[in-house]
T-cell receptor
């Protein structure tokens, strides 16, 4: 079965640079979530989109922005990168069934290293 | 606010032993969903199970079993006859109706020694 695709898988940036992470959800999934996992920590919710509209927002820095496109893929844009942004970034997708949100399935993650 | 606590930071057992990973959750919502995810050394998050708050039935899948008890707000995970391939970090997570973001516990690092 098709899974969530994330690109790139690894990314190295310098401080103050910009990064763009991409996520392609499982086909027919309409909701995308972004999570950040620091070293040795649990994943923290950043933001989610349903049908191209922001549906929820967590502890996402103002330097970060995201959107979901008409083909349901999503991009997380990160500007003015800081050393503390080094983390594993996960995208997950699910499908809304009426008011019932199905299970989130995660992509392999993008490992970002800021030097 | 929701909270998930996995009190066991690390567990180490010898292969073929049974091991139970504890998960305690907090929420004021009456409709909620509980999950277990596995994160092997390769880093991906693998979905294992989902339980809805209105379904307290325990579940068994091969060597894995889950015990959901609303009375104690616990959703524990047992691996029977553990294998080296079970070595991973296991996360318990919670979401509530109307806010589908996942709130994760701190994770339990399970090491199965040959």
């Amino acid at each position: 079965a098709a899974g969530v695709i994330q690109s790139p898988r690894h990314l190295i940036k310098e401080k103050r640079e910009t990064a763009t992470l991409k996520c392609y959800p499982i086909p027919r999934h309409d909701t995308v979530y972004w999570y950040q996992q620091g070293p040795g920590q649990d994943p923290q919710f950043l933001i989610s989109f349903y049908e191209k509209m922001q549906s929820d927002k967590g502890s996402i820095p103002d330097r970060f922005s995201a959107q979901q496109f008409s083909d349901y893929h999503s991009e997380l844009n990160m500007s003015s990168l800081e050393l503390g942004d080094s983390a594993l970034y996960f995208c997950a997708s699910s499908k809304l069934q009426g008011v019932y949100q199905e299970t989130q399935y995660f992509g392999p993650g993008t490992r970002l290293l800021v030097l | 606010a929701q909270k998930v606590t996995q009190a066991q930071t690390e567990i180490s057992v010898v292969e073929k032993e049974d091991v139970t990973l504890d998960c305690v959750y907090e929420t004021r919502d009456t409709t909620y969903y509980l999950f277990w995810y596995k994160q092997p050394p390769s880093g991906e998050l693998v979905f294992l199970i989902r339980r809805n708050s209105f379904d307290e039935q325990n579940e068994i899948s091969g060597r894995y079993s889950w015990n959901f008890q609303k009375s104690t707000s616990s959703f524990n995970f047992t691996i029977t006859a553990s294998q080296v391939v079970d070595s991973a970090v296991y996360f318990c997570a919670l979401s509530v109706w109307g806010a589908q973001k996942l709130v994760f516990g701190q994770g339990t690092r399970l090491t199965i020694n040959p």
